[in-house]
């Protein structure tokens, strides 16, 4: 049977799950689990299934598409292992335009390029995403839609991306996860339980959890 994308992220510790003793962010927010797909890179045969994965997504959803664009920077590697299997141009959005040089926010845009579909590692809060559709957008690009390795699913980011009119698909997303982790046996019952109220109310889940 093959490997799923949700596995291979569990068995290289690009996401790990820690209810019990939970991470913080750099918002200050705590949180049982942590994704780091930049881990992807350093395993070829994962980063393929994962390019084809995403690559297979912007065929079915985004035919049109005719501009592959990286969020900088986890998601520059992963769009340019796509844009080589869909043969499509590539270019990558900073989060804000250079202080020197040509003072670019967007690298490798052309003319040509009209139809646009950005490619994230993660989608958290959706920030990052809305940034980059935001950039292509002032600069004439029209953004058909987002996709991503995975989804932490939370409320927050598909509030904020629904609002701006961004569609988005994810190659798989915190649900599937913890159901395979389950499975697996790397989360307990309690675990499980602790990972589920989290993604109900993250903003508020640590104090509640682990305030004594």
Known sequence: MKTTTS?????????????????TWSSGMKSPIYCDNRLIIAYPEIRKQVAGELAALIQNHYPEADLIAGTATAGIPHAAFVAEQTNLPMCYVRSSAKAHGKAKQIEGLTEKSKKAVVVEDLIS???SS????LALREAGIEVLGVVAIFSYGLKKADDAL?????PFQT??????????????GKISEQGLSLLKDWQQDPEHWGAASFSK
């Open 7 to 23: 596995q291979h992220l569990l068995n290289i510790q690009a996401v790990t799950l820690s209810p019990e003793e939970p991470y």
């Open 125 to 127: 809060t959706g920030k």
């Open 130 to 133: 809305i940034q980059s559709v």
């Open 162 to 166: 629904g609002e701006l009119d961004i």
């Open 171 to 184: 190659v798989t997303n915190f649900s599937t996860l913890i159901e395979e982790a389950q499975e697996s």
